[in-house]
C-alpha cells in the first residue's frame, strides 16, 4: 500500500516563509515524478512545482523565484520552501506522485493535502 504524506502548512504573514515536506511511503520500485499542486477556494487545482527522477524541476510563473524544491538523496521525500508568501498564496498544498510500485505498475497518488494560509 503506497502512501503520500505532506506536512508543514500553517498560518504566515505576508513574505513569510514556510517550508512543506512530502513523503512516499509503501513498496514502490521507482518515482518518475513527484508534483506540489494548490488548489485555492473556489478555484482549480493547479501544479505549482514538479521535480523529475532526474532531479530537473519545474516552477509555475506564480512561484518562479520565491518556492524551491528539492529531493533528499537515498530517501522519498521532497520539500518545498515557500519564501516571500503572498495572499493568493493561500491554498490547501497538495503532493501527486507518478511511480511504479512493486508490482511493476505505473500509477499516481495524491496526498492529503496541508493548508497554507497567508495572512496579516
Known amino acids: 500500500q503506497v502512501q503520500v504524506v505532506e506536512s508543514g502548512g500553517g498560518l504566515v504573514q505576508p513574505g513569510g516563509s514556510l517550508r512543506l515536506s512530502c513523503a512516499v511511503h509503501?513498496?514502490?520500485?521507482?518515482?518518475?515524478?513527484l508534483d506540489w499542486y494548490s488548489q485555492a477556494p473556489g478555484k482549480q487545482r493547479e501544479k505549482v512545482a514538479s521535480i523529475t527522477a532526474r532531479g530537473t524541476t519545474t516552477y509555475s510563473d506564480s512561484v518562479q523565484g520565491r518556492f524551491t524544491l528539492w529531493k533528499e538523496r537515498n530517501r522519498d521525500v521532497v520539500w518545498l520552501q515557500m519564501d516571500d508568501l503572498k495572499s493568493e498564496d493561500t491554498a490547501v498544498y497538495y503532493c501527486?506522485?507518478?511511480?511504479?510500485?512493486?508490482?511493476?505498475?505505473?500509477?499516481?497518488?495524491w496526498g492529503q493535502g496541508t493548508q497554507v494560509t497567508v495572512s496579516s
Open positions: 501527486h506522485a507518478n511511480l511504479v510500485d512493486s508490482l511493476g505498475l505505473g500509477d499516481n497518488y
Open positions: 509503501g513498496e514502490i520500485v521507482s518515482i518518475n515524478q
